[in-house]
């Protein structure tokens, strides 16, 4: 028990970074921007629906004792219910959910760069893309070699960073917009609100805010070097979702009330934001 609780090195801030690095992005604001006030309506539903019960059964098993043998995570947990040939299913397809999410945050970092520094080939030349995804790619996956130590500093940073103040800063830009007399592009009136579920396309486009709050289970495998894991990750998982449907609410809202949607783009949407904003 005593080497245990030496291994365990992740703070309830360094466990909730790594968690919320894999939830929150704020390169999914402008593709929630292009369902104008839905978007309001399809991250509420999503929450209550989706993101919720899966950080309740999350925490559950994740508490449960002799689930986190051999590294813990969706592995054990579906492996102890199901079999270990369902678990490597589970462990596998988040695998490639999260190998696909990473390639997408990669092409909104290229995409973000390539308007700051005025290089419209790192976001349109696939040739270039290509070579800086896998640079990005590397530099990050070399930067794991030091341990979960150095993993929970670079998320504390990244969320700091990339998440928590590029948002805090927009939303007040936003409030100053307003104040100061700013045009709002969408309009706020109930129709506008609730989207119209009698057509396919409607459904189709809440799957994408589903996918949005799709990962907040993957952080279980760490789970073992959480200090008091009963009660710090049960408490991360519901900050976390609180957090998120805020955060996307009411980033999503700020790039859809000022880029017209003509001149959206889904990978400098963003910066574009920032852009008006400031002009």
Same mark, same amino acid.
């Given at each position: ?7 365990? &090195?992740?703070? %309830?801030?360094?466990?909730?970074s790594?968690?919320? !690095? %894999?939830?929150?992005?704020?390169? #999914?604001?402008?593709? @929630?921007? &292009? ?15 989706? @993101? ?7 925490? #559950? ?12 995570? #969706? ?22 959910q999260?190998?696909?999410? @990473? ?10 760069? =390539?308007?700051? $520094? *005025?290089?419209?080939?790192? /976001? ?11 640079? $990005? ?14 993993t929970?500093?670079? !998320? ?7 998440? +928590?103040?590029?948002? /805090? ?10 104040? =100061? ?5 969408? *309009? ?11 057509? $396919?396309?409607? +459904?189709?486009? @809440?799957?994408?805010?589903i ?7 993957? *952080? !279980? ?15 991360? %998982? ?5 957090? /998120? ?10 790039? /859809? =009330?000022?880029?017209?949607?003509? #001149?959206? =783009?889904? *990978?400098?949407? $963003?910066v ?8």
């Amino acid at each position: 028990m005593s080497a245990l609780q030496n291994k365990r &090195t992740l703070t %309830m801030w360094g466990f909730f970074s790594i968690t919320a !690095a %894999m939830v929150l992005t704020v390169y #999914e604001y402008p593709t @929630f921007a &292009t369902s104008k006030l839905h978007l309001v309506f399809f991250l509420i539903l999503g929450g209550i629906f989706w @993101f919720i019960p899966v950080a309740l059964y999350a925490a #559950e098993m994740a508490t449960v004792k002799g689930w986190n043998d051999n590294g813990g995570g #969706e592995f054990s947990w579906v492996s102890h219910t199901l079999g270990q040939r369902f678990g490597f299913a589970a462990i596998f397809f988040q695998w490639f959910q999260i190998t696909v999410n @990473f390639c997408t945050m990669i092409y909104f970092i290229l995409g973000a760069l =390539s308007f700051v $520094v *005025s290089w419209p080939a790192l /976001a349109s030349n696939p040739w270039v893309k290509f070579l800086g995804v896998l640079i $990005v790619f590397w530099l990050v996956t070399f930067s794991q070699l030091g341990g979960t130590k150095y993993t929970q500093k670079i !998320a504390k940073f990244g969320f700091m960073i990339g998440i +928590l103040i590029p948002s /805090a800063i927009l939303f007040i830009l936003a409030i100053w917009y307003l104040c =100061s007399g700013g045009k709002l592009l969408i *309009s706020f009136t109930p129709h506008a609100f609730i989207p119209d579920f009698t057509k $396919v396309t409607t +459904l189709v486009v @809440f799957v994408s805010f589903i996918l949005a709050y799709m990962g907040g289970e993957a *952080s !279980a495998s760490y789970i073992n070097e959480l200090k008091n894991p009963n009660r710090n990750y049960p408490l991360v %998982m519901f900050i976390l979702v609180i957090l /998120a449907i805020c955060l996307d609410t009411l980033g999503g809202l700020t790039v /859809a =009330s000022v880029i017209p949607q003509k #001149e959206l =783009s889904l *990978s400098a949407g $963003v910066v574009q934001a920032f852009n008006y904003l400031f002009i």
